[in-house]
């Protein structure tokens, strides 16, 4: 069965993971009781898995993947088990509320700075000068003064999908945004609700056939103490679909990558869509610039995850029954600096083309895989399917890495991205039916 929005793409293509054998029973039981408050892609993956049975209103359940408001209203009186798992944690807004984000950079950055030295907490140098409004305002105002003419971008805190953003040049466009009668009804909304944030714009993004783009890679959490983090090999690039130019700063289609403004534009075409895969764009990077230019810059790509995930690892409340799947929001420049932009505690499972359906599929499915509610892992796994193993309780190298040689603040991670996902052989590998099993 497929859910109504997604029913015009295909399932024929995408196999879950029923075909690579599994326990038949974990704890005692014979299925998994999931509850799912989200009608998209992962509807569909979890009706597709063996032995898994949905449940209605108030069944009780072994597996939840809700949305953060279902988490926020029930999740302090909600009694779990040792072996029921869900797909927040508690407090994730300290990662995905732009502010927080931002304040925990900082601070772990400068206790870098404090404990080890100014070379260490410079690795922390990947994301825009940032202000919190209005409580850093006057601190805002002094960086503003200090660089005339400069673009800022404004951003609502909570918000997604391009909401409330805006850029601007001059002091008195945040005032006129303050006040009622220059702003749009949806800015009016924003103000009254929450905070803000002023951001250095990237005046010189990297771009491709002159147009904007930035990245969206998926970043799994299984465990904050001890921290455990996996990278996805897939993801992709989202393209503004008009020509970059610094001489307007009002064409939200030119500066907004983001999937939910672009499909809004009038030339928008929904069969050509506006994204390119990762492998598609890191054999574009390496045949442009090299092998090495391009290693590089994913190997800072991979610092940006570890180093941001680890700057609230003290401030999460770790719970054995969370986990979490992260969207990162990453911008290149022209020098093929990475700078990450936002991280999104509910990134868009959504698809806007077959081609990416599938790759949700692919993802999501590989996430239940990690999770493991049947119970068929070790524990000691560096790659379950699409996911390689990044950090555990310190970094995890690749098998030809030599450990004497490689230093804490520059490792070889254990990290695929754009690289060939080869997921369906990994998994018949990985997932092969026990000799218990077969007997049964």
């Known amino acids: 069965m497929v859910s109504a929005s997604m029913s015009k793409y295909k399932t024929s293509g995408y196999k879950g993971s029923c075909d690579y054998g599994k326990s038949d029973e974990r704890e005692g039981r014979s299925c998994v009781r999931y509850k799912c408050g989200l009608l998209n892609t992962i509807q569909d993956v979890l009706r597709q898995r063996s032995n898994w049975v949905e449940v209605k209103d108030d069944g009780e359940w072994d597996f939840n993947w809700c ?28 990662l995905t509320r732009k502010n927080l984000m931002v304040k925990n950079l900082k601070r772990y950055q400068k206790n870098l700075e404090r404990d080890i030295g100014r070379i260490e907490a410079s690795r922390c140098d990947f994301f825009p000068c940032t202000f919190a409004l209005p409580s850093e305002y006057h601190l805002f105002v002094e960086e503003f003064n200090r660089s005339p003419g400069s673009t800022w971008i404004m951003k609502p805190v909570a918000k997604s999908q391009g909401k409330g953003i805006f850029l601007f040049r001059k002091l008195k466009d945040i005032m006129d945004w303050k006040k009622d009668g220059t702003r749009s009804e949806e800015q009016k909304d924003v103000a009254q609700v929450e905070n803000y944030v002023a951001q250095r714009y990237i005046e010189n993004p990297y771009l491709i056939n002159g147009r904007k783009f930035d990245l969206r890679v998926y970043v799994l959490v299984s465990s904050y103490v001890p921290l455990k983090a996996w990278l996805y090999r897939d993801g992709f690039a989202r393209f503004s679909g008009t020509r970059f130019s610094l001489s307007s700063i009002d064409d939200k289609y030119m500066h907004l990558t983001n999937v939910s403004v672009q499909k809004t534009a009038p030339d928008y075409d929904p069969e050509k869509g506006c994204k390119w ?27 940006i995850f570890v180093r941001s995930l680890l700057s609230v690892q003290n401030v999460i409340i770790n719970d054995k029954h969370c986990f979490e799947l992260y969207g990162y929001d990453i911008l290149l420049d022209q020098n093929l600096k990475p700078w990450l932009i936002e991280v999104n505690a509910s990134p868009s499972h959504t698809p806007s083309s077959q081609e990416d359906y599938e790759m949700k599929c692919r993802l999501l499915e590989d996430t239940l895989n990690v999770v493991d509610m049947e119970g068929r892992l070790t524990g000691k796994e560096k790659r379950v399917g699409g996911y390689d193993l990044m950090w555990n309780d310190g970094p995890v190298y690749r098998e030809d ?40």
């Not at 209203?73 to 779990?80: D, K, S, V």
């Not at 490792?411 to 060939?420: D, Q, R, S």
Request: hydrophobic share 30%; with cysteine; proline share 2%.
């Open 67 to 94: 949305d953060v408001g279902w988490l926020r209203e029930n999740f302090g009186h909600t009694y779990m088990e040792e072996h029921v798992r869900i797909n927040h944690f508690r407090n994730h807004y300290e």
């Open 401 to 440: 890495v030599n450990l004497q040689t490689s230093g804490s603040s520059c490792f070889t991670a254990n990290t695929h991205l754009g690289c060939v996902n080869d997921r369906e052989k990994q998994l018949r590998q990985l997932l092969k039916p026990f000799p218990y099993q077969k007997k049964m």
């Open 277 to 303: 895969q990762m492998q598609q764009l890191r054999r574009y990077l390496t045949a442009k610039h090299g092998r090495e230019m391009v290693e590089t810059l994913f190997k800072e790509m991979d610092n």
